[in-house]
């Protein structure tokens, strides 16, 4: 069955780095696009950033532009977010969503599974 694993949230200061993984098993991992979405305590889901199943292109939420890189490796089954210059407002449980095709999803009408997520919490 399709698995999607998050893993390496934590606790990281202001300013700090985090990296988190996606661990992917149950498909054709290189034929999907995949997505991390996040939801803050109180708040609605956020979509963060999205990756082609080729890595050929890659979105990003106006809020971690120029901060989060995503990147996946095929050969791996696994996607990455590569978190920097973190802050408070980045606090949230973050999840990656399959797409249904090779473009990343967008939207939940646009996701078939999810992980469990991965905390994330900012604070000094």
């Known amino acids: 069955q399709v698995q999607l694993v998050e893993s390496g949230g934590g606790l990281a200061q202001p300013g700090g780095s985090l990296r988190l993984s996606c661990a992917a098993s149950?498909?054709?991992?290189?034929?999907?696009?995949i997505t991390w979405a996040r939801q803050a305590p109180g708040k609605g889901l956020e979509w963060v950033s999205g990756?082609?199943?080729?890595?050929?292109?890659?979105f990003y939420a106006d809020s971690v532009k120029g901060r989060f890189i995503i990147s996946r490796d095929n050969a791996k089954n696994t996607v990455y977010l590569q978190m920097n210059s973190l802050k408070p407002e980045d606090t949230a449980l973050y999840y990656c969503?399959?797409?249904?095709?090779?473009?990343?999803?967008?939207?939940?009408?646009?996701?078939?599974?999810w992980g469990q997520g991965t905390q994330v919490t900012v604070s000094s």
């Open positions: 990756i082609y199943s080729d890595g050929s292109d890659t």
């Open positions: 149950g498909f054709t991992f290189s034929n999907y696009g």
């Open positions: 969503a399959k797409g249904r095709t090779k473009v990343p999803a967008w939207g939940e009408y646009e996701t078939d599974y």
